[in-house]
């Protein structure tokens, strides 16, 4: 059983195109985040949510909106794709807040073309 | 400046070699210390986490913290192929996690 799920796992479309991100754990966690990974793998964190309330938004593009309608689930949804978006996208949980272990799941590697 | 400096290498060692893995940060704010192995198209896993300064070992992995000198290091004995992956390095700030770029290992066997 997959902890932290993932989909799709690629993602290849064309600049200006809308695109969506889903993201699943079965861990009982409650809270969640979505990161980007660059090409030199640095970890961005964007957003995070803890029990469907958001708590880290840091500063993306307002062309990112996140969305949690339960606490196993958080979206991404991106609009009007940019050729700077191609990344790897990285969906993690933890058991709460203060919980140093974050489970990360296989990452979504979007290429806009 | 970034809060959190690690070498992106890669870093190549001979199977069997003693590795040691590197991060500084600049603000004493930070509390837990982790590391964290990123394998090739997979998302990084916990390997070890620390709060206090000293030694913490698991294995043939000793994670390292110096308070003092905002050092901290990860230490692999007798390295393995297997160890072949980037290391990340991340410390708690209030809610989040802040990254260190991840140094690329390679284990020659």
């Known amino acids: 059983d997959t902890a932290v799920s993932q989909t799709p796992k690629y993602l290849v479309t064309q600049m200006g195109n809308d695109k969506s991100i889903k993201c699943e754990q079965n861990l009982g966690h409650d809270t969640m985040y979505w990161y980007k990974q660059d090409s030199k793998k640095f970890l961005k964190i964007m957003f995070s949510y803890n029990n469907k309330e958001l708590i880290i938004n840091e500063t993306v593009p307002n062309r990112f909106s996140p969305k949690s309608p339960d606490k196993a689930h958080l979206n991404l949804h991106i609009n009007s794709l940019e050729l700077g978006d191609s990344a790897v996208y990285f969906c993690?949980?933890?058991?709460?807040?203060?919980?140093?272990?974050?489970?990360f799941g296989p990452g979504t590697r979007l290429l806009v073309l | 400046q970034k809060e959190v400096e690690q070498d992106p290498g890669p870093l190549s060692v001979p199977e069997g070699a003693i590795v040691s893995l590197n991060c500084t940060y600049s603000n004493s704010a930070f509390q837990y210390f982790m590391w964290y192995r990123q394998y090739s198209r997979k998302g990084p896993e916990l390997l070890m986490y620390?709060?206090s300064s000293g030694n913490k070992e698991d294995g043939r992995f000793t994670a390292q913290v110096d308070k003092s000198s905002k050092y901290i290091s990860l230490f692999i004995r007798d390295s393995q192929p297997s160890d072949s992956a980037t290391y990340l390095c991340a410390m708690k700030k209030g809610y989040q996690l802040i990254w260190g770029a991840g140094t690329k290992l390679i284990i020659k066997p």
């Open positions: 993690a949980s933890s058991l709460g807040t203060g919980q140093e272990t974050q489970y």
């Open positions: 620390t709060y």
